[in-house]
């Protein structure tokens, strides 16, 4: 199972920035995907997570109504359109997949990680 991010860079604070998830190696309708992040000195903070169907979408307070998760069955990708974007926001960000119930999902329940990309707000 291979999970490649892509889309990550520089921004400015107020813009906006796509990341994308290529997944392989999975039958990705089968998994919930998902986006964390991490900040140096942090722990890896969970961000927006969507079932395999794409109906249920969860987001972690600090993004919720400037970040927007999505995917693409066919494509076997996950996306996550950020919004807005403020300096604390910068991370890296890593996609995830698993196969946990309904709602938001720990570190710990994490099947597959990418190798994560790297995400900077500038003020």
């Known amino acids: 199972v291979l999970l490649v991010e892509s889309g990550g860079g520089l921004v400015q604070a107020g813009g906006s920035l796509r990341v994308a998830c290529a997944a392989s190696?999975?039958?990705?309708?089968?998994?919930?995907m998902g986006w964390f992040r991490q900040a140096p000195g942090k722990e890896r903070e969970f961000v927006a997570r969507i079932s395999g169907s794409g109906i249920g979408k969860y987001y972690g307070d600090s993004v919720k109504g400037r970040f927007t998760i999505s995917r693409d069955n066919v494509k076997n990708m996950v996306y996550l359109q950020m919004n807005s974007l403020k300096p604390e926001d910068t991370a890296v960000y890593y996609c995830?997949?698993?196969?946990?119930?309904?709602?938001?999902?720990?570190?710990?329940?994490?099947?597959?990680w990418g190798q994560g990309t790297q995400v900077t707000v500038s003020s």
């Open positions: 995830s997949a698993d196969v946990d119930g309904p709602g938001p999902v720990r570190v710990s329940r994490v099947v597959y």
């Open positions: 190696g999975v039958t990705f309708g089968s998994y919930a």
